[in-house]
């Protein structure tokens, strides 16, 4: 019987089956998200090919490329073939795709909506385990001019420092702010202390005339807007 080769590696196959050369010619749309990802791993194991092995660990995660990227590296080293510098390779496309979402969104410049401000900030803090709250400064005409974290906290709660928000505001020329924190626990239910340091902003920022235009709660797939919901 014929051993069988250490690892199926993609230059072993036929021409039209590599996923590099299907993307050279055919464009990136025509590969399947295994293919993608094999062509960052390029080879799979003694019993199976790269596209073979990524298939299976797309199928771990309901082949659901957000719940890959949320995979540790020893989580993915648990499939044969895959060791510490593919898990890292895998993990590091993964993370800059996310990234380049958030800079999509923050490429539009102008909030029009609720959805816009989800849009930006989804990517920045809607899949984290810890909570953090965020502001972003507009000019009058709804334009991002910055958007800074202002605190980070445990998954209980975090702490809001108002007079570093107004102090930021000034110095950039805000003329209104956006609010925007995540639950981990996944509830889009404004808590108490969420609606006390929405007023309390609001209040503050009146005295400078700068408004308080929304404030958003984050999941991972839906928010909660204090200004659709006329709480502000």
Known sequence: MQEKPSSFSIKNWSQDDRPREKLLYKGKSALSDAELVAILIGSGNRDESAVALCKR???SVDNNLSALGKLSIKQLMEFKGIGEAKAITIISALELGRRRRGEEALEKKKI???????ELMQPV????QHEEFWIIYMNNSNKVIQKNQLSKGGITGTLVDVRLVLKNALEVGATGLILAHNHPSGTLKPSEADKQITQKLKVASQSLDIKVLDHLIITEKAYFSFADE???
Do not use: P, W
């Not at 029009?112 to 989800?118: A, D, E, M």
């Open 112 to 118: 029009t909506s609720s959805i816009s401000v989800f």
């Open 125 to 128: 803090i809607g899949e984290l």
């Open 57 to 59: 660990i797309l199928a």
């Open 230 to 232: 006329s709480l502000l």
